[in-house]
Nanobody, 123 residues
């Protein structure tokens, strides 16, 4: 079992920044690919980005490219999502997820999920 706890969400004005953190516990963190997904009201959950154990990324959703950066600290069992130049359309609940092995854009392949953290961007 892997337990994931997100933090760092909040209310920010358009153009601002936030850094989300996801702390993992339970099993060795290193072999897992860590992903960030988000879900806005009335919309399906969507892939944001993911990072494999070595630090390589699976990629970013087109909507966040150039603004969001994922990173991980295996020693701290933590993955981060730095979000810059935030837009109102980034408003969503952001979820951290873990899967064993290679990265994937498919939420169904992620076995472990955090409870989510709300990000609200005001215009």
């Amino acid at each position: 079992q892997v337990q994931l706890v997100e933090s760092g969400g909040g209310l920010v004005q358009a153009g601002g920044s936030l850094r989300l953190s996801c702390a993992a516990s339970g099993r060795s963190f290193s072999p897992y690919t860590m992903g960030w997904f988000r879900q806005a009201p009335g919309k399906e959950r969507e892939f944001v980005t993911a990072i494999v154990w070595s630090g390589g990324t699976t990629g970013y959703a087109d909507s966040v490219k150039g603004r969001f950066t994922i990173s991980r600290d295996n020693a701290k069992n933590t993955v981060y999502l730095q979000m810059n130049s935030l837009k109102p359309e980034d408003t969503a609940v952001y979820y951290c997820a873990a899967k064993y092995g290679l990265g994937s854009l498919n939420a169904d392949e992620y076995r472990y999920w955090g409870q989510g953290t709300q990000v609200t961007v005001s215009s």
